[in-house]
């Protein structure tokens, strides 16, 4: 008697356990997205750190021509140096995320501190662009405050799930074969326009050839999100 009373309440604590455990994952999915889970062939391609005098029109020019909407998570202070490609981004048909205005790591800030990079940046980006609805902290460096402190402020904290590495330059090929290897239904790619003389507007176009290639077709974050479907 004793012993079923107590699988009873082993019963009931696993299913709290279980309620537990879904209403994290949801919260997960609501505030962070590192992937999007589909069995639909759609993708991300995300470029940070820009807009840059020079990668960035190389990569806009190589988008127009493969008629691609990416995401890029600009910077404030970028936006704020050339406005000019900054708008031509939107114009363009871009979707614009938060970067932060510096970057800077954004976990590590006091409550203050983050605000302005937060409220900075909307200012910046809010010139040519409406008011941005995802958020990717610079360096990828966030926590559970970061994550709940976006989601009040209306953005959705979004990291990714291929890193092509592209800043350290480690070759077209090496970018190209990295993405192809990675990629599935729901990914979402890390590349950059930022500081550097990169090597990503040229891997770009032959990314975009091959995953077409395997029946993908490439949409914006905001987009792939209305692609989610919950798993069983
Ligand atoms: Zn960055």
């Given amino acids: 008697m004793r012993i079923r009373r107590l699988s009873h309440f082993g019963i009931a604590f696993s299913l709290i356990f279980t309620v537990l455990i879904m209403a994290e994952a949801y919260l997960g999915n609501d505030g962070l ?3 999007v889970p589909t069995t639909h062939k759609v993708i991300s391609l995300t470029f940070d750190d820009g807009p840059h005098p020079d990668s960035t029109p190389k990569l806009l020019a190589i988008l127009r021509e493969k008629d691609v909407k990416a995401t890029m998570f600009v910077l404030g202070q970028s936006v704020d140096e050339n406005p000019a490609l900054f ?4 114009a363009d048909g871009h979707e614009i995320g938060s970067h932060a205005y510096n970057h800077i790591f954004i976990s590590k800030l006091n409550a203050k501190e983050r605000a302005e990079q937060f409220e900075k940046a909307e200012r910046s980006i809010m ?3 409406p008011k941005p609805v995802l958020f990717r902290p610079p360096g990828g460096g966030y926590n559970d405050g970061v994550v709940q402190d976006a989601l009040r402020r209306g953005y959705r ?7 092509t590495r592209d800043w350290s330059r480690p070759g ?3 970018i190209v074969n990295h993405v192809m290897k990675k990629i ?3 990914s979402i790619v ?7 003389d990169l090597q990503t507007a040229a891997a770009v176009g032959v990314i975009i050839d091959r995953i077409r290639a395997e029946g993908y077709t490439l949409v914006t974050v905001g987009e792939l999100l209305q692609y989610y479907e919950e798993r069983e």
Avoid: E, F, R
């Avoid at 708008?87 to 939107?90: D, E, F, H, L, P």
């Avoid at 890390?190 to 550097?196: A, W």
């Fill in 172 to 174: 077209v090929n090496q």
């Fill in 157 to 163: 904290t979004v990291l990714w799930s291929i890193d």
């Fill in 87 to 90: 708008a031509q981004m939107v």
């Fill in 33 to 35: 997205i590192k992937s």
């Fill in 184 to 186: 599935k239904p729901g």
């Fill in 190 to 196: 890390l590349m950059h326009d930022g500081q550097y």
């Fill in 127 to 129: 010139i040519a662009a």
